[in-house]
């Protein structure tokens, strides 16, 4: 099944490597862009909640490693201000193979 990994830049500078499970967060952000934490939290949970759902239309059930990715992201977020700023540094496609994740060729 195809994957999203993405690396986000926090306000303080740290990083921290994220996923979807499909491609959909393209839809939603973008590499190299800057969104306010509020905003970026918003596009997030709309792009793993879809996610989710095509995984579920596709294999006839819930994707709980959007709904863990969603919590970490929001754990982590929860110590910035919602006008604060998150950079999207990159996003690239990966593919799942036996529970493990690689980047596609």
Known sequence: ???MTFVIEWPNGSSQSCYSPSLVMHDH???GKIYPVAEFLA?????LNEA?????????YY??????QLTVIEHSAAQFEPC??????????????ANTVGEQP
């Not at 994707?63 to 863990?68: E, I």
Request: proline share 5%; hydrophobic share 45%.
């Open 1 to 3: 099944m195809p994957e």
């Open 29 to 31: 952000l973008e590499a």
């Open 43 to 47: 596009r997030t949970r709309t792009a």
């Open 52 to 60: 989710s759902e095509r995984v579920r239309a596709k294999f006839g």
């Open 63 to 68: 994707c709980s490693s959007a709904a863990d």
């Open 84 to 97: 604060e700023f998150i950079r999207v540094v990159s996003m690239t496609p990966a593919l799942v193979v």
